[in-house]
């Protein structure tokens, strides 16, 4: 029998004070953030923001200096560029609401056309969104979280306990807050594949966090003699070898998507697998201590469960 | 055996997208599924667009045009009026200088213009204004038939498997997979397309001072210095003039008379032919009433000039030789064979009855696609190598088990995704490989329990009964909540995360599957044929 961990006893529990101190950094990280994108100062996707994003693959290497002059010398001073070293490809991001309206798309390839006419490209993708667009897409996005979350909280509600759903829920919006917030320090895009990305992660979390519940719920049936702390450590610590083998499979299949997933999902697998440590870390360090800091009473659950 | 069927199922789902299917012989092509899985645009290039219906400016033109005809009735009853004008979005003024004949004028209008009621009256203006109901029904209808219009000039461009959709009350959303030329395609979908005949107004001592033709670039100190000086009931309309040559584009102004003779709606055929200078051009031909009014005008204009007027730009501008019966014309410009072709395509498909805005644009080179499905593919199998031999090397026999389970999700995955005709895009593929990271947790939840088991000294029947059953609960509750998520991601998803949305919701569903009935039958095989009595997990 191969194990990482055998047996452990370790006393997650009483460490929850500094577990809250990290969470709360976390957390605050997030809230920043979330402020910041309702001033419209945080990095949005052009999904939300509008604008345009050109991605151009050329045959030759160029040099991101060259191209950054040229757009700015033809009326875009303000475009963004991000090359790509595996096939010299070169994305070129304006963000502005009306950009569909004055065809800049366009203008940007034929600008490339004449100011580099010996290296040729091919435009592999290019995305023009009005502004009423991103509004309704964000409008979308908070909706779906919105909603998966209480769907979330009722399904846990209904099974374990109030008290358990919101926990499970605090849990889960903390480590969305916190990847978010790592998101926004790194100067992440906020795009639309982000957010999927968060929900995705949200649903992950919450596997973690019901997985290690179920245990504790079933303690709860067995161990009465024992302190609420003993029952919900010994119940980390009987999931701990499972929580640690599939976030462990979970990490190796993001990272392959990390490195060799295309420049598309690069942030996307990013932010999973930033989402995947924060999440493990929370069912242990976050969920359960709520259940501590919220008893409740042991007799209901028991004839809930 | 249940497992069995559904995998060989899904094999022959997939099959289609796989290169073996070209070698099968061809009674299984005709009876067996050929679609096979639906690549997204994302991967198979192509445009994705939205739209939206100016409906308003539907309303604005109908009354314009009611504008129009309010005061060619009052002339012709012989009531002189001042000025018959839109005033608002949905209002128009009629001046009446003489203040005895505003009552009769009143009526007049209110009984040959049913779908105006008179709103106000002042001093000598009255002003009626379009009934709720039909401005109503005219932007509906705007949008509605923008939609139709589009998908007909669509068809006759040529596209595999459009998909042309109205979303919300004005929007249309547009899907051309595999379409190369995209700015092309972008112009004949956006293009309004009004066909006007105006007269040039040659009377005016303006005409003779404008210039023979300006650089784009002017156009503002153009207009600047002659904008104010358009008598009223004229515009300014410009011609471009492509040098063939030096491919210099130039404008041409004209100073043509506002009313419109003629539009486009009176057509009944448009096609490219070639003239004598090897020139394409578009020949058109009108129906009967077209070609009645088509000879009266021309009838009435002789040695005058007619401007032939496609979306605020002059084609062309002959001069009127002699009536012309029939009702075939001509439009010359310098354009391509194959601007004339697209021209063509949309005169025939008419015009949009509103002009339409982008919200929207994706377009995706089918290069990028290609690159996308080759990362995917090699992402999938790297970790689901990784996944496996990381499987097998922690639980042996156990994770060997395990494994094919997974490879049996996997799949039946592509599979269930082909037989539901579910569209398969990047984040989708990120999806599957998602639930390759997943799906191996209900067997480790399931395998941690039955060592459990096994460490209070079980045998090993007890401990892999013991083991499953436990672990169910969690394994179903874990699930539905990743589900519930998966859930609201394909409601209020659009294109892309919808496809990770469908492929995550089927994999965990799959999965959940296998995990609990799957693996359980191999344990209980495996046991009653040879009697364990050490698990290798």
Redesign the interface.
């Known amino acids: 029998?191969?194990e990482?961990l055998g047996?452990t006893n370790i006393d997650f529990i009483s460490k929850r004070n500094y577990a809250f101190l990290v969470s709360g950094v976390l957390i605050l990280l997030g809230l920043i953030t979330l402020v910041q994108v309702g001033r419209g100062r945080a990095n949005l996707g052009i999904d939300f923001a509008g604008g345009t994003a050109v991605?151009l693959?050329f045959e030759q290497p160029i040099r991101i200096d060259d191209a950054r002059s040229l757009l700015s010398d033809n009326g875009f001073p303000d475009a963004e560029l991000q090359e790509f070293t595996n096939?010299n490809k070169l994305l070129i991001r304006v963000k502005q609401k009306n950009t569909?309206?004055e065809d800049v798309?366009?203008r940007i390839v034929q600008t490339f056309e004449k100011g580099f006419s010996q290296n040729r490209f091919?435009?592999?993708?290019?995305?023009?969104?009005?502004p009423?667009?991103g509004q309704e897409?964000q409008k979308?996005?908070v909706?779906?979280i919105v909603?998966?979350m209480i769907?979330?909280i009722l399904?846990?509600a209904v099974?374990f306990e109030f008290r358990f759903g919101i926990a499970a829920a605090i849990a889960t919006f903390h480590d969305v807050l916190a990847v978010l917030g790592v998101l926004y320090l790194l100067d992440k895009e906020i795009t639309?594949?982000i957010v999927?990305a968060l929900?995705?992660l949200?649903?992950?979390s919450?596997?973690?966090t019901?997985?290690v519940f179920?245990?504790i719920r079933?303690n709860l049936k067995y161990r009465r003699r024992e302190t609420l702390e003993q029952v919900i450590n010994s119940g980390i610590n009987?999931?701990l070898?499972?929580t640690i083998?599939?976030s462990?499979?979970?990490v190796?299949?993001?990272?392959?998507?990390f490195f060799?997933?295309?420049e598309?999902?690069h942030d996307?697998?990013f932010a999973?697998l930033v989402g995947v440590i924060v999440g493990t870390y929370s069912s242990i360090f976050v969920a359960s201590p709520i259940l501590v800091l919220w008893k409740g009473s042991r007799g209901k659950l028991l004839k809930r469960a | 055996m249940l497992l069995g069927i559904t995998v060989l199922v899904s094999i022959i789902f997939f099959l289609p997208s796989t290169p073996v299917y070209n070698k099968l012989p061809d009674w299984w092509k005709k009876y067996m599924p050929s679609r096979g899985v639906t690549l997204g645009l994302d991967l198979q290039g192509g445009i994705h667009m939205v739209l939206e219906v100016e409906e308003e400016k539907a309303v604005e033109n109908l009354v314009e045009r009611t504008a129009t005809s309010i005061k060619e009735y009052l002339d012709s009853e012989k009531i002189p009026v001042q000025s018959v004008k839109r005033t608002g979005s949905a209002e128009l003024t009629v001046t009446v200088p003489d203040a005895e004949k505003k009552a009769d004028v009143e009526k007049k209008i209110e009984a040959n213009f049913p779908n105006f009621v008179p709103k106000e009256s002042s001093g000598p203006d009255l002003v009626f204004s379009l009934r709720e109901g039909e401005v109503i029904r005219i932007k509906d209808s705007a949008t509605t038939q923008a939609l139709e219009t589009i998908r007909n000039r669509i068809d006759q461009f040529g596209v595999a498997e459009p998909l042309i959709q109205r979303q919300a009350a004005r929007q249309i959303v547009i899907q051309l997979p595999g379409v190369k030329d995209s700015k092309r395609a972008k112009e004949l979908i956006g293009k309004t397309a009004l066909l006007e005949f105006k007269l040039l107004d040659e009377d005016s001592p303006l005409a003779r001072t404008l210039p023979l033709s300006i650089t784009p670039s002017n156009e503002e100190t153009f207009t600047a210095e002659y904008g104010s000086k358009v008598p009223e009931g004229d515009e300014i309309l410009f011609e471009r003039i492509v040098d063939k040559q030096s491919d210099e584009v130039r404008k041409r102004p004209y100073l043509v008379k506002k009313r419109t003779i003629m539009t486009g709606d009176v057509l009944t055929d448009a096609r490219v032919n070639i003239g004598q200078f090897n020139e394409p051009y578009v020949s058109i031909r009108m129906n009967g009433t077209g070609a009645q009014l088509f000879e009266r005008i021309t009838a009435q204009n002789i040695k005058k000039r007619l401007a032939i007027v496609l979306d605020n730009n002059v084609y062309s501008a002959p001069v009127i030789q002699d009536r012309i019966t029939g009702g075939n014309a001509q439009i010359t410009g310098s354009f391509t064979t194959q601007e004339a072709n697209d021209l063509a395509i949309v005169l025939r498909a008419g015009a949009l009855p509103a002009p339409v805005r982008t919200l929207q644009d994706l377009t995706v080179g089918p290069s990028l696609g290609q690159d996308s499905i080759r990362m995917g593919i090699r992402a999938t199998i790297l970790a689901g190598i990784l996944v496996i031999l990381f499987m097998v090397i922690y639980y042996r026999m156990a994770g060997v088990i395990a494994d094919m389970a997974l490879i049996i999700n996997l799949i039946v995955l592509i599979g269930a995704l082909a037989a539901l005709s579910a569209t398969l895009t990047l984040p989708g593929i990120a999806g599957i490989i998602l639930t390759i990271g997943m799906g191996v947790d209900s067997n480790v939840l399931i395998f941690e329990r039955i060592r459990e088991e096994i460490r209070q000294g079980k045998p090993v029947r007890l401990a892999v009964d013991g083991g499953y059953d436990k672990a169910f609960l969690t394994i179903v509750d874990s699930h539905v909540t990743t589900l519930i998520t998966a859930l609201v991601l394909f409601l209020f998803g659009t294109g892309p995360i919808k496809g990770f949305a469908v492929s995550l919701s089927l994999g965990i569903a799959i999965n959940l599957f296998t995990a609990l009935v799957g693996t359980k039958v191999v344990f209980d095989f495996i046991n009653s044929r040879w009697k364990l009595k050490r698990l290798s997990i």
């Open positions: 029998m191969l990482i047996k991605q693959k096939g569909i309206q798309a366009n091919v435009v592999d993708s290019s995305t023009e969104i009005g009423t667009i897409l979308k996005a909706i779906a909603f998966s769907g979330i399904y846990i099974r639309l594949l999927t929900l995705t949200a649903g992950y919450l596997t973690d019901v997985v179920d245990r079933e009987q999931v070898s499972r083998v599939v462990l499979t979970v190796l299949v993001l990272i392959a998507l060799f997933g295309g598309v999902i996307f697998s999973l």
